[in-house]
């Protein structure tokens, strides 16, 4: 008896099919879950390093307080200018769209560290300055930057310690820089720094109100200042820099 041969499309291969087909999306399905773990895994590692920034940008930010604390510390009347300064600058660059690294607040804090080279006789002599401690007190910007020359993680912000000195007219310090040549944060630094000494009591003389303080920093836009840095600086209202100071009071 001579057997037939299978049809092709016979029941057995339907079944073979049947059976490769769900083999396939077996692996499918294993090859899926696979890459979900593989994507949580991800994300995890993601997370954890996340934490670590965060962590190590906190404790980069404590080393900078603590140094900035340092310097401050010899100077009373100031109280918590370099913080107070960091919050206005960053809020100053921001509305005047620029880049605002996490390392710009740092050079903000640290701006004055060069001090710490120049004797109290010097740094808090109540009458006139002779040139040569002029010459002394000008040089506390080049040696703030030599002190921090080393110190990778402070990126550009060495530019603003470097450089928060310098007119926007070219008649500042140390380098003499005109006007762009003046690293943006340093041009923002120059308006925060003035705002926070006209707005707080110094030996001297009485704080003005925010309504003066625009008006004095309005008056050196284009000598002093970057116009484009005080028109910026001109949008954000006091209600937003009084909210800063009392949270670096
Ligand atoms: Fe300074």
Redesign the pocket.
């Given at each position: 008896m001579s057997s037939q041969p299978r049809s092709q499309s016979g029941p057995d291969t339907v079944a073979a099919l049947r059976a490769r087909l769900e083999r396939l999306e077996h692996e499918a399905a294993l090859r899926q879950r696979q890459l979900e773990r593989y994507a949580a895994d991800l994300r995890e590692v993601f997370k954890q390093e996340r934490v670590r920034a965060q962590e190590l940008r906190r404790s980069y930010k404590a080393t900078v307080l603590a140094l900035s604390n340092a310097v401050e510390a010899r100077d009373a009347y100031t109280g918590q200018h370099a913080e107070r300064v960091a919050a206005y600058g960053m809020r100053i660059a921001h509305a005047a769209g620029i880049r605002v690294d996490p390392e710009l607040e740092f050079g903000f804090l640290l701006?004055?560290v060069g001090k710490v080279a120049v004797p109290d006789a010097v740094l808090f002599k109540p009458g006139r300055l002779t040139e040569e401690e002029r010459g002394v007190i000008s040089r506390?910007?080049e040696i703030g930057s030599e002190i921090l020359r080393d110190v990778d993680f402070l990126g550009d912000a060495k530019l603003v310690v470097r450089h928060?000195?310098e007119r926007w007219d070219g008649g500042g310090y140390p380098d003499g820089l005109i006007g762009e040549e003046i690293p943006a944060a340093a041009r923002v630094f120059a308006v925060a720094d003035t705002l926070d000494a006209l707005t707080t009591d110094r030996p001297y003389r009485a704080a003005v109100g925010w309504d003066e303080a625009r008006r004095e920093i309005e008056r050196h836009s284009g000598t002093q200042f970057d116009p484009a840095i005080v028109n910026a600086y001109a949008g954000i209202p006091d209600e937003a820099f009084a909210y800063l100071r009392d949270a670096n009071a």
């Open positions: 701006h004055d506390h910007p928060h000195h």
